[in-house]
């Protein structure tokens, strides 16, 4: 087996990100590098620690009965993800709601989807997909919404270099799809038109 695979499999981050210093030029054994291998390898569990989490344990029981009809919505959740196409960060806001069917969930939950998504390599589209995904199969509600809206680095910083471009992608289920008034007063409540 190729060595770097090899330490791939070891999980030798520190090693490869040393043998990568030394790909782009640099001397890894330079004052202000030393340390470096081993401050990325922590940077990049972090980074990627969505892909450890468990929905199950981070939901962990937050699921109540509640006769409770009305949109609920958790707007301007922070989220900070890579892009797996060029390991660079995308960084944003999420805008979620769903229409409650019997069920509510504790509020602090649903950020926390978003953190255990965005904490993945990812693309935006997949990201917005998996929240509300997540939140149809564990809630079982009338209906879902998510909109992310996020500026990637690999377009401000490489490519078309556009600082100033964000991404907006959505995703609509159950209600918030069929129907258009629901749409209109998801989008009334956190902003967008």
């Given at each position: 087996m190729h060595?770097?695979?090899?330490?791939?499999k070891q999980g030798?981050?520190?090693?490869?990100?040393?043998?990568?210093i030394s790909l782009l030029g640099e001397d890894p054994n330079r004052e202000g590098l030393l340390k470096t291998p081993k401050r990325v390898e922590s940077s990049l569990k972090f980074l990627t620690r969505g892909y450890k989490q468990d929905i199950e344990k981070i939901l962990n029981g937050a699921i109540y009965e509640e006769n409770y009809d009305e949109m609920v919505v958790v707007k301007d959740i922070d989220l900070f993800s890579l892009c797996e196409h060029h390991l660079l960060p995308f960084y944003g806001k999420a805008n979620v709601a769903y229409l409650p069917d019997g069920k509510i969930i504790g509020l602090s939950k649903i950020p926390r989807i978003v953190d255990?998504?965005?904490?993945?390599?990812?693309?935006?589209?997949?990201?917005?997909?998996?929240?509300?995904?997540c939140l149809m199969q564990h809630l079982r509600p009338k209906g879902v919404a998510v909109?992310?809206?996020?500026?990637?680095?690999?377009?401000?910083?490489?490519?078309?270099?556009?600082?100033?471009?964000?991404?907006?992608?959505?995703?609509?289920?159950?209600?918030?799809?069929?129907?258009?008034?629901?749409?209109?007063?998801?989008?009334s409540l956190v902003g967008k038109r």
């Open positions: 060595d770097l695979e090899t330490q791939v030798n981050i520190e090693s490869i990100v040393k043998d990568l255990v998504f965005s904490r993945r390599m990812q693309v935006q589209e997949r990201l917005t997909s998996q929240i509300a995904d909109v992310i809206e996020a500026f990637h680095l690999c377009m401000a910083m490489r490519g078309v270099e556009k600082k100033d471009s964000f991404c907006v992608t959505s995703s609509m289920l159950g209600m918030f799809r069929s129907d258009p008034r629901s749409r209109a007063e998801f989008f």
